[in-house]
Structure formats: structure tokens, C-alpha cells
């Protein structure tokens, strides 16, 4: 039998619901958390004092507070993208079969920091230091459709590749189907930091007769995998409404 939460786990409720909301009146949380009014305004009334919550004006909704924020900044100074990511790339490439591959911007590429291979006779290589065109790559279009619209429009001026980027964008995975090298095909997500910002992606390339068939099997795994590694930044998505 489950025992009953406690305070502390109702309180860390409501702190990861304020987060993901970024501000909430006291009600709402309530009401999200299945609490009495009682409970919920007693709960935050103590992370208020402890400076984890503070309140927007009197009687107003409550965000995190500068405990919180301190306890965040902490977290992610110890946060390195290539350590996080790597264990995600070997998941990768054993649940695919095939190269995965981390990269970061630099002016109008990505440049490639980490890789891992299969043990395959033929695979898709991508050394480290090597770099990747924007418009072109699953690594650079994943990039691309994770930008804020006005950044976006000042790297993008062509109105097809605009469509494609918004179709990668809603199912949250881009592809290169030999686009870049006619022998290879391969899907990419962005990797967000704390702020939301992309910093990086993260792809699974493969020989383009065995990639191509299974990549909108691959992409969501892609997808998925990325969205752990900006987990471990700090990244919180915003909930979708309803």
C-alpha cells in the first residue's frame, strides 16, 4: 500500500508545478494538487518564508523564489552537455544500430563534439571538429526550427525550407533524407537549456538504403532522447494548454 504523501512531497509538488507554470495563485494549486485551500496556503506560506516561493503583490499568484533559483544556478554549474549526452548517444546507437551524434553552433554550422558508432561494417562516420551546414543537415534544421522566430528569419530567407522546418517543429524531430550526401539519411532534435534556448542537437545518421525505410521510427526516439539531455539542463517545456 502506497503511504499517504507527506509535506515534503506535497511540497516539492508544488514547486515543480510553479515551475512548469512559471507563476500560479495559490487556488490553482490547490485545486492542481488535490489540496484543501487550507493545506495549500499553509504549504506555501512555509516555502515563502524559506524563499523557495514569493508572491507577485499582495494575495497574488507565486513564483520560485531565490532559493530556488540559487539551488538551479548550483545544479547547473555542474551540468557538462558532453557528459550528459554521451550515455544518451550509446542508448541510442544500441536501440538503432546506427551512428548518433551530438554537435553545437558555431557561426552558420554545427560542429560535431561527441559521436558513438555501431559495430557495423558500414556506418555513417562524423569525426569531431568536423562541421555541418544549417539548411541542409538534420543536425543544422534541428537547430534552426528550435530558434525563435526572429532569429529564425534572419538565417532562413527560403520559404520552402521554412515550411519544412515548421512540419519538423510540430512532431518535435527534423530529417536530411540525402539532402547532404546522397548515401545517408539521418533525423535530429534540438537540445534546449534552462532558458528554453537551443545549444545544441543531437542526430542518428545510417546508410541512406537501411535509414531511410525506419527514420520516422528513429525520429521519435531522437526526439525523445534529446528532450532527456535538455531535462538535465534545466529545461522545462511549457505545458500544453488544456
Known amino acids: 500500500?502506497?503511504?499517504?504523501?507527506?509535506?515534503?512531497?506535497?511540497?516539492?509538488?508544488?514547486?515543480?508545478?510553479?515551475?512548469?507554470?512559471r507563476r500560479m495563485p495559490v487556488a490553482g494549486i490547490a485545486d492542481a494538487l488535490g489540496l484543501s485551500r487550507a493545506t495549500a496556503y499553509r504549504l506555501v506560506e512555509r516555502l515563502r518564508d524559506e524563499g523557495w516561493l514569493i508572491s507577485e503583490g499582495h494575495g497574488g499568484p507565486v513564483r520560485l523564489?531565490?532559493?530556488?533559483?540559487?539551488l538551479a544556478a548550483a545544479a547547473l554549474e555542474s551540468v557538462n552537455l558532453r557528459d550528459v549526452a554521451i550515455p544518451v548517444l550509446r542508448e541510442l546507437v544500441e536501440a538503432t544500430g546506427e551512428t548518433a551524434n551530438l554537435a553545437v553552433p558555431?557561426?552558420?554550422?554545427?560542429?560535431?563534439v561527441a559521436r558513438e558508432q555501431p559495430v557495423r561494417t558500414v556506418s555513417v562516420v562524423a569525426y569531431t571538429g568536423s562541421t555541418r551546414p544549417f539548411h541542409t543537415t538534420s543536425l543544422g534544421r534541428a537547430?534552426?526550427?528550435?530558434l525563435p522566430a526572429p532569429r529564425r528569419a534572419e538565417l532562413v530567407t527560403d520559404a520552402d525550407l521554412e515550411r519544412?522546418?515548421?512540419?519538423?517543429?510540430?512532431r518535435g524531430w527534423s530529417e536530411d533524407r540525402r539532402e547532404f550526401d546522397p548515401s545517408s539519411c539521418c533525423c535530429g532534435a534540438p537540445?534546449?537549456?534552462?532558458?528554453?534556448?537551443?545549444?545544441?542537437?543531437?542526430?542518428?545518421a545510417g546508410v541512406a538504403e537501411r535509414m531511410d525505410p525506419v527514420l520516422d521510427e528513429v525520429g521519435p526516439q531522437v526526439r525523445d532522447a534529446a528532450a532527456r539531455i535538455s531535462a538535465s539542463l534545466g529545461y522545462l517545456p511549457p505545458l500544453s494548454a488544456g
Open 191 to 204: 537540445i534546449r537549456d534552462h532558458t528554453g534556448e537551443p545549444v545544441a542537437a543531437l542526430s542518428v
Open 65 to 70: 523564489g531565490p532559493t530556488a533559483a540559487q
Open 143 to 146: 537547430y534552426l526550427m528550435a
Open 1 to 21: 500500500m502506497t503511504p499517504a504523501p507527506g509535506a515534503l512531497d506535497r511540497g516539492l509538488g508544488i514547486l515543480r508545478l510553479v515551475a512548469q507554470h
Open 106 to 112: 558555431n557561426g552558420a554550422e554545427m560542429v560535431f
Open 164 to 170: 519544412k522546418l515548421d512540419t519538423m517543429r510540430a
